[in-house]
């Protein structure tokens, strides 16, 4: 069965850097667009990129954009999110999610309803 899940969240100071991973199982990921999102306490959960497989399609919250960087390799079948100069608002629980639509791209909404499968989600707390 299709199966995500993350890794590499933890407790940084601001300024710092961490690479999440999104490992991917029970589907053919070069299909398919993945999506980061974030769910800080008492927020809604919101998108953070996008990237896709077959049209190069990126896209990048205005928050993270210069900061965040998604990456790909589909042949580990992996979904990489390396985080630099880590500010506290960016403190929440990341996740993963397979983006609707077999062969789309980024482009159009990114809302938590364009996408379908999610992972359990990785803590990224950054605080001094």
């Known amino acids: 069965q299709v199966q995500l899940v993350e890794s590499g969240g933890g407790l940084v100071q601001p300024g710092g850097s961490l690479r999440l991973s999104c490992a991917a199982s029970g589907f053919f990921l070069d299909a398919f667009a993945m999506g980061w999102f974030r769910q800080a306490p008492g927020k809604e959960r919101e998108a953070v990129s996008c990237i896709s497989s077959r049209d190069g399609s990126t896209y990048y919250a205005e928050s993270v954009k210069g900061r965040f960087t998604s990456s790909r390799d589909n042949a580990k079948g992996t979904v990489y999110l390396q985080m630099n100069n880590l500010k506290p608002d960016d403190t929440a629980i990341y996740y993963c999610?397979?983006?609707?639509?077999?062969?789309?791209?980024?482009?159009?909404?990114?809302?938590?309803?364009?996408?379908?499968?999610w992972g359990q989600g990785t803590q990224v707390t950054v605080s001094s």
């Open positions: 999610a397979i983006r609707a639509g077999y062969g789309t791209g980024c482009y159009g909404g990114q809302t938590i309803y364009d996408y379908d499968y």
